[in-house]
């Protein structure tokens, strides 16, 4: 099978598994521990890690403990390896709302966004050169290689300890990521109102914001797509900001301000 479609599998087996096990094995204990879990995981994994970390180069974790945990961490999320997840990312910027754009959606039928929240995007190519900081770097080359590998593990672990640990554990809890990063891929170039003039659709939005470390603040990323920042202003909680200040060297960081 291709990258594609093992990915697909994979999370489709959390997308639609996930409410059957909510409906077919409900337990509010485990519910609210998936829903914890997966705030930590995706916001740390995708939003610092591969997010502003690894694919707009705006901050570097301390240490290599650090930067493994993070490759981990969004490894689980089931978005892809960092290497092809960010190359996808990249091209989305570079050509916001055009037809070169993996994801746009904001003019799209209802059934298309439909389908992009649930990552069914358009084949799309990335040339080598979009990620080449990332093919040349032996971290980032050893997950995507070894990426089914250490999910398939992971899963299997899970599943060692009880059955509910890999229900739970994975599919609930991924099910929860993929939904919070669909709310930014497309959900905030739909709802929410803009702050600064981008060229495209990108939109703030309060509940986002504050709810997914700073994601929420999206037109602001897409004004400064430069800075580990997204929340520029008191009011707009971020707290991704601060977990990669917490985590990141310090002469490393990119200010929006700058």
């Known amino acids: 099978m291709t990258w594609n479609i093992k990915i697909k599998l ?39 890690g591969l997010h502003r970390g690894f694919s707009h180069r705006t901050w570097e974790p301390r240490n290599k403990i650090i930067l493994v945990s993070l490759h981990f961490l969004s490894l689980i999320n089931v978005v892809g390896s960092s290497i092809t997840w960010c190359g996808t990312h990249r091209l989305h910027h570079r050509f916001s709302e055009t037809d070169k754009d993996p994801h746009w959606s904001s003019n799209k039928p209802l059934w298309t966004k439909i389908k ?46 009880s059955p509910n640990m890999f229900m739970y554990g994975f599919v609930v809890t991924t099910m ?43 037109n602001n990323h897409h004004a400064k797509p430069g800075t580990y920042e997204f929340g520029w202003h008191w009011y707009q909680l971020d707290l991704g900001k601060w977990a990669i200040r917490l985590l990141g060297k310090p002469e490393s960081l990119r200010h929006y301000k700058d």
């Not at 914890?36 to 610092?48: D, E, M, P, T």
């Not at 993929?178 to 060229?199: E, M, P, R």
């Open 176 to 218: 929860f990521s993929l939904h919070t990063i669909s709310w930014i891929t497309v959900g905030a170039h739909i709802f929410g109102h803009q702050d600064n003039d981008t060229g495209d659709s990108a939109k703030n939005t309060y509940v986002m914001g504050y709810f997914s470390w700073g994601e929420g603040w999206h």
């Open 10 to 48: 994979i999370q489709g087996l959390c997308f639609f598994g996930g409410p059957i096990v909510l409906l077919l094995n409900f337990n509010l204990e485990y519910l609210l521990y998936s829903m914890l879990a997966s705030w930590f995981i995706v916001h740390l994994g995708v939003s610092c």
């Open 116 to 161: 992009y929240w649930f990552n069914y995007w358009p084949a799309h190519n990335v040339s080598p050169k979009t990620v080449k900081d990332l093919t040349r770097n032996s971290m980032h080359k050893f997950f995507h290689r070894n990426y089914f590998k250490i999910l398939l593990a992971y899963m299997l672990v899970l599943l060692a300890i």
